[in-house]
């Protein structure tokens, strides 16, 4: 079955930092073009980060300087390290995977389920 | 950044009805745009790429139109499957932005 899977969501202090991971089967994480989005809660989506397929990185500005995006090839994992959390990072945060089979597309053709990450003192 | 407008915010139709939700982007983004569904404690699933491309399995009731600044998605014969948030995307540049959603509820 090809499933994205999101792990690594919880509670973390203002200032903190988590690192989430998305394992994925029946897909092959460094073949594809991934990103991660997130939704606030009661709010709309909102792309945070996307790694290409040759290694190229690109971040929202909101998250620029503060986040990581990531993949380890040998056990097929996207992973999103956000440092200097704040309350306005709390969301889901989804990783998808791109469209395009060739050349990145844009669009999300595939989405884990989510996993929650709350900054709150 | 590319923005991107849907209205209605909020749409009350009943089983049947043909439903219209428009998005309006605030520069040219050509056909790079695509729509989603979205139902409560769920993920987006995708219906529509690259402005009218139908994405496998989804039901021929839905469809999607325009090009440049504005686009529309269109449920014709609304059913109880379909009420859900629906965004749209574009993806002309690396900075990808969605809408802020429409909701479509039971009237």
């Known amino acids: 079955e090809v499933q994205l899977v999101e792990s690594g969501g919880g509670l973390v202090q203002p200032g903190g930092s988590l690192r989430l991971s998305c394992a994925a089967s029946?897909?092959?994480?460094?073949?594809?073009?991934m990103s991660w989005v997130r939704q606030a809660p009661g709010k709309g989506l909102e792309w945070v980060s996307m790694?290409?397929?040759?290694?190229?990185?690109y971040y929202a500005d909101s998250v620029k300087g503060r986040f990581t995006i990531s993949r380890h090839n040998s056990n097929n994992t996207l992973y999103l390290q956000m440092n200097s959390l704040t309350p306005e990072d709390t969301a889901v945060y989804y990783c998808?995977?791109?469209?395009?089979?060739?050349?990145?597309?844009?669009?999300?053709?595939?989405w884990g389920r989510g996993t929650l990450v709350t900054v709150s003192s | 950044d590319i923005q991107m407008t849907q209205s209605p915010s909020t749409l009350s139709a009943s089983v049947g009805d043909r439903v219209t939700i428009t998005c309006r982007a605030s520069?040219?983004?050509?056909?790079?745009l695509a729509w989603y569904q979205q139902k409560p404690g769920k993920a987006p699933k995708l219906l529509i790429y690259?402005?009218?491309t139908l994405e496998s399995g989804v039901p021929s009731r839905f469809s999607g139109s325009g090009s440049g600044t504005e686009f529309t998605l269109t449920i014709t014969s609304l059913q109880p499957d379909d009420f859900a948030v629906y965004y749209c995307?574009?993806?002309?540049?690396?900075?990808?932005?969605f809408g802020h959603g429409t909701k479509v509820e039971i009237k």
């Open positions: 029946g897909v092959t994480v460094s073949s594809n073009y």
């Open positions: 690259k402005a009218s």
């Open positions: 790694i290409y397929t040759g290694g190229n990185t």
């Open positions: 998808a995977r791109d469209g395009g089979t060739v050349t990145q597309e844009g669009y999300f053709d595939l």
């Open positions: 520069q040219s983004i050509s056909t790079w």
């Open positions: 995307q574009q993806y002309n540049s690396n900075s990808l932005t």
